[in-house]
């Protein structure tokens, strides 16, 4: 891997965070009536609030049913995340023999992505199982809602450590030149990348959605990369699969988080209003069709929406077949596994396509990463205290050490990993199984042949550039766990690979927690590819380097509106530093789009080639 100029990859973490439940806007009540269908119960609201609107079917999606319990996550008129308890229980004839219901809260999205609602999804669990049996008697929904209701005075943002004020964001804002979307672009710092989780310290509530990201990356397996590349061009992602949808709506926060920009490139990208995460809806259904509308790339952007969400995609997921019919609606459909295909014998993926037609598959690169990856990650510890529980999309599984002693080995997630034996710890190689070869591009023909010269050049031994690639991507982790857990990645990490991975003074000696490494791997990889084309750019429209990145170091798309016109070049040794796939045409296509996204720039990229003697053979 040859040098380049070292860039930072310290990963901004928060300090101690209360673990009070946010106060809440509106608490309802919502009954399945035998011949009027779902109604409102019950309700209380603060004065202005309308919770008639549509809250009755987002709080029971379609297919429920089939599942006795679920918790439901949805956006309510931009400004609020709704959370809903659903039960399913027996009952008389009459009601043919079922009483399905579900105790809903509406919190303000201010708080962040999900405004921490899932800390009253213990709260509403109980409500909802003690109105099972007897829906009438609501006077503990009086008393939750006493408790918990936003009074009039209180405070609805609270920044968390990291974020800052309103009066500092409002000095640091101010306008710059256009953006390549031909709007004013304003400066704004965000939250802090990781201040949505707890620090090392701290352990996560029970039903924070970061805590199955290792359910996450074991049922997308290497499609994780190809899915985080969709997010990070801001594209309409929707999610089709069953019951229960909790699962699902934790996917759609992951996804989310996973392809948020870290505040570090704020003033590099030239876009405006910049796109700093892809805007999460989860749970959607027809009554959503509107909304899901506003994220095409061809639509105006609105007042309603934030800066961030203006126009820039979605994430969601649905249980409504009739969405994944509507593909004018999406530009990525993810069909998840049927919660049987866990019982089936080999491994079943989500199809991912495009246009409801081309189904998107991992590159060998992206193969070979997720297996470091998964390597890498065997030394950190989760900060949730009992296992993730049970879903329908693939659940982590664990490993026996009679049972499981190939490659095929699921992901294991700490803290269960003392579990296991040295023998199933090395198990987990870093080529494909062959479950995987299923959803990889194949190997090209000028792949082959460069491997078939790399091996007649080595002589048969050990490749270096494999090497030098397994350490490059293990940089991304470095210095992230405790001090003594990570000594094979940080000597597989030498300061040739252009990544200062230096501790961070956010970072406790203990090290972060698993969820927080797996989203800083993610933050460290979208910075490295970003930061990577802004100095390509730079150079090529002669900007030179930049101590600030106020404007030398922004890819030159505020500069001469000449040089925008030129074409940038990407080379292979580029696509190489960006850790993406030289023999690719989709990691090619990837890196043009994402250039012409943030930039406004046609971008050309070289495929990879094979020399001898300073003769290209190939």
């Known amino acids: 891997m040859p040098p380049s100029k070292q860039y930072s990859l310290h990963l901004e973490l928060p300090n101690a965070l209360t673990e009070e439940s946010p106060p809440i806007a ?22 202005g609030l309308d ?78 199982s003690d109105l099972a049996k007897d829906p009438s008697k609501t006077d503990p929904l009086e008393h939750y809602w006493q408790e918990h209701k936003y009074r009039e005075g209180e405070e609805t943002v609270r920044p968390t450590s990291g974020e800052e004020s309103p009066s500092v964001q409002r000095e640091k804002r101010r306008q710059l030149k256009s953006s390549p979307n031909g709007q004013p672009r304003t400066r704004n710092r965000a939250v802090s990348t990781a201040s949505a989780l707890a620090p090392p310290s701290k352990t996560l509530s029970a039903h924070h959605p970061a805590l199955s990201i290792s359910t996450f990356l074991d049922t997308f397996g290497p499609l994780i990369f190809p899915l985080y590349k969709a997010a990070l061009l801001r594209k309409r992602i929707l999610l089709l699969g069953q019951a229960p949808v909790e699962s699902a709506c934790n996917l759609v926060y992951n996804i989310s988080v996973i392809s948020t ?127 993730p529980s049970s879903s329908n999309l693939q659940p982590t599984r664990y490993i026996d050490a009679e049972e499981h002693n190939d490659d095929t080995t699921p992901f294991i997630p700490l803290p269960y990993l003392e579990q296991a034996t040295t023998t199933d710890r090395e198990a987990i190689s870093s080529s494909p199984s062959d479950d995987e070869h299923s959803i990889l591009e194949p190997q090209s023909w000028s792949a082959l042949a460069y491997n078939s010269f790399m091996w007649w050049a080595s002589a048969g031994e050990k490749r270096t550039d494999l090497e030098e690639e397994s350490a490059y991507d293990s940089s991304l982790l470095a210095n992230l766990g405790p001090a003594n857990a990570h000594s094979h990645i940080r000597q597989r990490s030498s300061s040739n690979m252009g990544l200062d991975s230096g501790r961070g003074g956010g970072e406790e000696e203990g090290g972060v927690s698993f969820e927080v490494a797996v989203f800083g791997y993610f933050h460290r990889l979208t910075v490295l590819v970003l930061r990577t084309l802004s100095d390509v750019i730079d150079a090529q429209d002669g900007g030179g380097d930049s101590e600030d990145g106020s404007e030398g170091g922004n890819g030159g798309a505020r500069g001469d509106r000449e040089k925008g016109d030129e074409i940038i070049e990407i080379s292979s040794d580029d696509m190489m530093k960006m850790g993406l796939d030289v023999w690719s045409e989709s990691d090619r296509g990837f890196v043009e789009e994402l250039v012409e996204f943030y930039w406004g720039r046609k971008a050309r990229v070289k495929g990879g080639k094979v020399e001898c003697c300073g003769v290209r053979v190939l």
């Open 26 to 47: 509106a608490l309802f009540l919502i009954l399945f009536d035998a011949k009027a269908g779902y109604t409102i119960a019950w309700k209380r609201s603060t004065p």
């Open 51 to 128: 919770v008639t609107d549509s809250v009755e079917y987002k709080s029971l999606p379609s297919g429920l049913h089939n599942v006795k319990e679920d918790t439901i996550y949805f956006i309510h008129a931009d400004e609020f995340a709704g959370i809903s308890s659903f039960v399913n229980r027996k009952a008389e004839e009459s009601e043919r023999n079922a009483l399905v219901l579900a105790v809903g809260a509406l919190v303000p999205l201010s708080y962040g992505r999900l405004g921490k609602s899932w800390r009253h999804a213990d709260g509403l669990r109980a409500l909802a």
């Open 261 to 387: 920009l870290p505040s570090a490139l704020h003033e590099l990208l030239p876009l405006s209003p910049l796109p700093t995460r892809l805007r999460p809806l989860f749970s959607v259904g027809i009554h959503d069709i509107p909304i899901l509308s506003t994220g095409s790339r061809t639509s105006q952007p609105t007042q309603a929406l934030s800066s961030e969400d203006q126009a820039y995609g979605w994430v969601a997921c649905t249980t409504d077949g009739i969405l994944g019919a509507k593909g004018n609606l999406y530009d990525t459909l993810i069909t998840l596994p049927p919660s049987h295909s866990t019982e089936a014998r080999s491994k079943a993926w989500p199809k991912i396509q495009r246009n409801k037609a081309v189904n998107i598959k991992a590159t060998q690169r992206d193969a070979r990463r997720y297996a470091g990856l998964r390597r890498d990650l065997q030394s950190y510890r989760s900060t949730s205290l009992r296992p």
